[in-house]
């Protein structure tokens, strides 16, 4: 039982450059969400998916695109990088009665 | 409004000491209040949560305070151990929205 899992754990990329963030949980929760953490910032919700098939913005969602592959699995991608997207991003997933999150261990991306 | 307002951002305390960390809110559909802990390299992990029909919840040498009127919830840790040094962040569950809302984070350090 691994828990959420994340690849990579760090990634440089270059502006304008592509790339997807992975997520995968094996702890069949409905739903799983994308962060960002910023100092001073807290955890800022780019993207949630509250069940296989959908997917709504969060806070900071402009730059970014996601895909709910399958219940297991909630992906990342940023299209076009800027260093305003260096950050931390922390994929999550939670089910009911508790909705308590489980994060992964995290991705650490550096835009140059 | 669906902020969460955390302080202090820093904190430093003693060992055996009581560490306080406040968090506000405006919105009164929040219905969840966890707090999150958070050591450096890692994805956050729940550290103990309150529903808003109770006052008070105690788990070993952690209590959240809350105050419903006011709108104000609080985490106390007794005893205060070096190992308890790490970021701590407050959150809310907006039950209309199925998200979290997380505050800015407190990074506390523990002096022997």
């Known amino acids: 039982n691994a828990g959420v899992t994340q690849t990579p754990k760090f990634q440089v990329l270059k502006t304008g450059q592509s790339m997807t963030l992975q997520c995968a949980q094996d702890?069949?929760?409905?739903?799983m969400y994308w962060y960002r953490q910023d100092p001073g910032m807290g955890l800022r919700l780019i993207y949630y998916?509250?069940?296989?098939?959908?997917?709504d913005k969060g806070e900071v969602p402009n730059g970014y695109n996601v895909s709910r592959l399958n219940k297991r699995e909630f992906s990342l991608r940023l299209e076009s990088a800027a260093p305003s997207q260096t950050s931390v991003y922390f994929c999550?997933?939670?089910?009911?009665?508790?909705?308590?999150?489980?994060f992964g261990p995290g991705t650490r991306l550096t835009v140059l | 409004q669906q902020q969460v307002k955390q302080s202090p951002q820093s904190l430093i305390v003693q060992k055996g000491g009581i560490s306080i960390i406040n968090c506000a809110y405006e919105?009164?559909?929040?219905?969840?209040f966890p707090w999150y802990q958070q050591f450096p390299g890692k994805g956050p992990a729940l550290l103990i949560a309150?529903?808003?029909?109770?006052s008070e919840k105690k788990e070993g040498r952690f209590t959240i305070s809350f105050n419903k009127s006011a709108k104000q919830f609080s985490l106390h840790i007794m005893d205060s151990q070096p190992g308890d040094s790490a970021t701590y962040f407050c959150?809310?569950?907006?039950?209309?929205?199925?998200?979290?809302?997380f505050g800015q984070g407190t990074e506390l350090s523990v002096k022997p």
């Open positions: 999550a997933s939670s089910a009911p009665p508790t909705d308590t999150q489980y």
């Open positions: 702890m069949n929760h409905n739903s």
């Open positions: 998916s509250a069940s296989e098939g959908t997917t």
């Open positions: 919105n009164t559909a929040f219905d969840y």
């Open positions: 309150i529903r808003p029909d109770v």
């Open positions: 959150a809310a569950w907006y039950n209309q929205g199925g998200k979290l809302i």
